[in-house]
């Protein structure tokens, strides 16, 4: 039986931020646009720009997302709508006294800042909610946390393929030799001096018979030569680009 090929593909806040660093958002763009389709839900959006006032690499993200608006979707989710809504009430607690002096005059305790693992939180709702019929459509989870890559087996969706973003670039160095999966976590390290995942992992769907294929969805031809171009020590920093 063959493999059933990957149909939606759902980035984490943690890829989304190395790809950012390393100035190489466009290679999520080498998924075939006929064959797949890109999803970021509303928390990992919300988690990886909400501070794209002060962060470029914020502002990178959410100026990616908006330029490829339809190439990408942004999917509410019912966790997140409620996590967005407890997020931002803890900011505005935290930035204003007199919420904070009203608060303290009715008896009320602060509101909670928003736990972890909240953007996968929504995306496995997410996968999760697509189980119409089980095992529902085969979606590609890309990840760097421990939530996803070392989840016990049946914690997650039965139709989530889970890789992280080093075994991503590896396969697009794979089907074209000029991206270097290195110089791309090299650059995302350089940017601020936080290490990507480097781990490995390519964990098919569990209950999708036949296995999950997520290779044959990426076309090659579609990295840009700005992300393909052969690194030269005298060229500008890619991870320092506007």
């Known amino acids: 039986m063959a493999m059933e090929k990957i149909k939606i593909v759902l980035p984490d806040t943690g890829p989304l931020i190395t790809l950012a660093h390393a100035n190489a958002l466009e290679l999520l763009l080498a998924f075939d646009a006929d064959q797949v389709q890109l999803v970021v839900t509303d928390m990992v959006e ?3 720009t909400r501070l794209r006032s002060t962060h470029e690499d914020a502002q990178r993200i959410a100026s990616f997302i908006e330029k490829n608006a339809g190439r990408i979707v942004i999917e509410k989710t019912n966790f997140g ?3 967005i809504s407890a997020a931002r009430q803890h900011e505005r607690y935290a930035e204003s006294q007199q919420i904070r002096d009203y ?23 997410y996968v999760a ?5 089980p095992p529902g459509p085969p979606c590609l989870v890309i990840a760097e946390d421990d939530f996803f890559l070392r989840s016990t087996p049946g914690a997650l969706p039965g139709n ?3 890789i992280s973003t080093a075994a991503l670039l590896a396969k697009l160095e794979e089907l074209n030799p000029k991206l270097k999966a290195r ?9 601020k001096g936080r290490d990507p995942n480097r781990t490995e992992v390519d964990q098919p769907a569990q209950k999708i018979k036949g296995g999950s294929d997520w290779g044959s969805t990426v076309n090659a031809t579609n990295l840009t030569a700005k992300l393909t171009k052969k690194a030269d020590p005298k060229s500008k920093d890619p991870s320092r680009e506007p």
């Open 46 to 48: 919300f988690e990886a």
């Open 81 to 83: 709508q409620s996590a």
């Open 103 to 125: 608060f303290a005059a009715n008896g009320w305790p602060p509101p909670p800042a928003v736990p972890p693992n909240t953007g996968e939180l929504s995306i496995n709702s």
């Open 129 to 133: 909610g697509l189980i119409g019929q």
């Open 160 to 162: 989530a393929h889970i």
């Open 183 to 191: 110089d791309v976590l090299d650059a995302a390290k350089h940017y």
